[in-house]
C-alpha cells in the first residue's frame, strides 16, 4: 500500500494489518490513516454510549490508543476490537464521573470527516439518518444495543464483540439478533401509517 493512501474500514485484513505494523512501529501517517479509517465507527459508538459527550469520550480512547499502541499485539481484526473496548471502558469512566443521566442524541456526527467536495445535501441526509439510526437503537435493551452497534455499526465479527463485551460469543450473536429483530419490527410499525394513506 503507498503511504499516505486513504484507508478505509472495508479494506482487506493485509492492507489493515500493513498500516498496523507501521503506525505500532512509530509512523506518523500510518496512524493517522488508522485514525481516519475507525474514528467515524469509534464516534457512532461512543454516541450510542454517552450521547453528546461522545467526542469527549473518543478523543480520551485515541490518547489512550497512541499512547499504549508500541505495545498492543494482533491483526487488523484484533485492532479494532481493542479500540473498541477502550472506547467502551472510556465511556463507562466517563458515567462513572459524571453520574448517570440520559443519553441525549444531538448533531455529534457532524464532524466526523473534513470538508470535501461531496455533495453537501447528501452528507447531511445521511448523517440524519444515521443520527436517526443510532437513536433508534438506543431504545433497545442495553445488551441488544450494544450487540448491534459492535455488529452493524462498527463491523465487529461476533467472537471480537464478545470480547470488548466480555461475554460468550453465542451471547451477542443473540443479543444482536434480537435487537435486530426488535427494531424490524418497530420500523415495520412506524411504517405502517405510511402504507395506510398509500392504500386507496
Known amino acids: ?16 494489518d500493513e ?16 485514525y481516519r479509517a475507525l474514528h467515524p465507527r469509534v464516534l457512532r459508538y461512543a454516541a450510542s454510549l454517552v450521547g453528546a459527550d461522545a467526542e469527549d469520550v473518543a ?4 490518547l489512550h490508543v497512541a499512547r499504549d ?3 498492543f499485539r494482533g491483526d487488523g481484526d484484533g485492532f479494532r476490537a481493542w479500540v473498541t473496548t477502550i472506547t467502551r471502558n472510556r465511556a463507562l469512566d466517563h458515567h462513572r464521573s459524571r453520574g448517570r443521566r ?33 437513536a433508534l437503537v438506543a431504545t433497545l435493551p442495553r445488551e441488544q444495543a450494544e450487540a448491534v452497534m459492535l455488529r452493524a455499526v462498527v463491523g465487529l465479527d461476533v467472537a471480537a464483540a464478545a470480547q470488548v463485551l466480555g461475554k460468550q460469543p453465542g451471547a451477542v450473536r443473540v443479543a444482536a ?8 419490527a418497530e420500523l415495520s410499525r412506524r411504517a405502517e401509517p405510511a402504507r395506510r394513506r398509500a392504500t386507496p
Request: charged letters at 30%; zero cysteines; aromatic letters at 4%.
Open 102 to 134: 440520559p443519553v441525549v442524541l444531538d448533531d455529534v456526527l457532524a464532524f466526523t470527516d473534513r470538508p470535501s467536495g461531496d455533495d453537501t445535501a447528501a452528507d447531511a441526509v445521511e448523517r440524519l439518518s444515521t443520527a436517526r439510526a443510532i
Open 1 to 16: 500500500m503507498r503511504e499516505g493512501r486513504p484507508l478505509t474500514p472495508d479494506q482487506t485484513r493485509d492492507a489493515l
Open 69 to 71: 499502541l508500541p505495545a
Open 177 to 184: 439478533h434480537r435487537g435486530l429483530k426488535r427494531l424490524a
Open 59 to 62: 478523543a480520551e480512547a485515541w
Open 19 to 34: 498500516v498496523l505494523a507501521r503506525a505500532r512501529a512509530g509512523d506518523e501517517a500510518a496512524f493517522v490513516q488508522l
